[in-house]
């Protein structure tokens, strides 16, 4: 299913289908389910059971996930997650989104939620091992800059392959914010409202959030990009 704006509601879904079979981060409980009622003699409803990873699809990292003394999802301040902000192409970037792929896009009014494009498109049905991540140096210089959550339309801000997590720990000690597995393939460059509330799952390290744009009137937009 494309992720085309709504004309009517000017709004752009970015996040993915999740769906049995589709890619997960390795290691992870891939997302299953079974129906445990179904509609029929005696019963009035279907009824579904879930099995699943909280990485599945568009989804928001607590600080448990990266610290082993951070909060839970559910006990984060949602504000991070609603409010301005910025799409930025740092489309075949390469494996690290680098200053220099977002630094046209950076100006004094930079909102406090950046999200960046690396994809010319999602690979949607298929895991990428060689996914773009953050470097460690620019969440260092977007937080100097007030940016409170950084999003990528990858399945981390760091390689598949790190074990040091660096752009994660530089998230951890600046108290930002992350959105991962955002689709941005058909939002231009510019700013918009972000609404991506994560579950209040109050003992999980991270949760699905069903990520949308909304468009500002007179918002800065390049539509050619």
């Known amino acids: 299913m494309p992720n085309t704006p709504d004309t009517a509601l000017q709004l752009w879904d970015i996040s993915p289908p999740v769906y049995v079979g589709m890619p997960v981060f390795p290691g992870d409980t891939p997302y299953q389910q079974e129906w445990v009622a179904t509609i029929g003699p005696g019963c009035p ?15 928001a990292d607590a600080p448990l996930h990266y610290a082993p003394d951070g909060a839970t999802i559910g006990h984060v301040d949602l504000a991070p997650y609603l409010g301005r902000c910025r799409v930025i192409h740092a489309i075949n970037c390469g494996a690290l989104i680098e200053w220099r792929h977002l630094e046209h896009a950076i100006s004094n009014d930079l909102p ?17 091992a060689a996914l773009a991540g953050y470097a460690a140096d620019t969440v260092e210089r977007l937080a100097a800059r007030g940016v409170r959550l950084i999003g990528i339309d990858t399945a981390s801000i760091d390689p598949a392959d790190s074990k040091a997590l660096p752009s994660h720990q530089t998230i951890r000690r600046h108290d930002m914010r992350v959105l991962e597995n955002l689709v941005l393939d058909a939002v231009p460059e510019g700013d918009y409202e972000l609404i991506a509330l994560p579950l209040k799952l109050v003992q999980a390290d991270a949760s699905p959030v069903r990520a949308v744009l909304r468009a500002l009137p007179g918002a800065y937009n390049h539509r050619n990009s």
Not at 45 to 59: D, E, L, R, W, Y
Not at 114 to 125: A, E, I, N, W
Request: neutral net charge.
């Open 112 to 128: 406090e939620r950046v999200l960046v494009r690396t994809y010319q498109q999602m690979p949607q049905t298929q895991w990428d």
């Open 45 to 59: 409803v279907n009824v579904a059971s879930i099995t699943s990873t909280p990485h599945a699809g568009a989804h």
